[in-house]
């Protein structure tokens, strides 16, 4: 089912929430417990999207399934980096242990009102609680760890094939975000405005 996002004023948007395990990164099937020999799979698009966010001023935030450890043990193995300046901003380990990750990483982030996060995530349970914590855009990623069948029943603004196809779905929905410059032409380009949050979405 879709819904719409609430009504909120012209504001840029400033975090994005995402599910680091299965969707960003896949881990060996079975060598969950040795994640510093398993074979590790970063999704497509994943590390291209981040930095077009960052480009963007979007801070990031993973929940992460695994301890602070592990986490760290496997962000060094993918070569990210949690920092200011980093890859990532922000990781909450034991997400299904929190009453709302999402949640929380709108509060650890500062957000003067939950509505300047947008979350991409790929379980019907983060969907709800991206959902309840209000976000702007609630999107279901349907190449991670959740068929397409198990997503689409729970709350979402749009389901996307794969990350790939996000920083699309923002020029699309976001007004002013266009590219400016000329990557052709040997001139470098300015840097990309903020993403600026539009009137809600319409039923599609």
Not at 14 to 23: I, R, S
Not at 46 to 62: K, Y
Not at 153 to 174: C, G, I, K, R
Not at 182 to 194: C, F, I, V
Request: overall charge positive; some cysteine.
């Amino acid at each position: 089912m879709t819904y719409l996002p609430r009504r909120m004023n012209d504001r840029h948007l400033q975090l994005a929430v995402f599910h680091l395990n299965d969707l960003c990164v896949s881990v060996q099937k079975g060598m969950q417990n040795y994640l510093s020999t398993a074979a590790l799979e970063k999704m497509p698009g994943v590390e291209a999207t981040f930095s077009w966010l960052r480009r963007r001023g979007v801070r990031i935030c993973l929940l992460s399934d695994y301890n602070r450890s592990r986490t760290l043990l496997l962000l060094e193995r993918l070569g990210w980096s949690v920092d200011e300046d980093g890859t990532v901003q922000e990781i909450i380990t034991h997400q299904h242990r929190k009453d709302n990750p999402v949640r929380l990483a709108q509060e650890n982030a500062g957000l003067s009102t939950p509505g300047l996060c947008f979350a991409a995530v790929d379980t019907p349970e983060l969907l709800r609680h991206a959902c309840a914590a209000r976000v702007h855009f609630n999107l279901a990623i349907c190449n991670g760890r959740c068929a397409y069948h198990e997503l689409a029943v729970a709350p979402h603004h749009a389901m996307l094939d794969t990350l790939l196809q996000l920083p699309n779905f923002l020029l699309e929905h976001l007004p002013g975000v266009g590219e400016t410059g000329d990557a052709t032409s040997g001139q470098p380009l300015a840097r990309p405005p903020r993403l600026r949050l539009p009137r809600p979405l319409s039923r599609g």
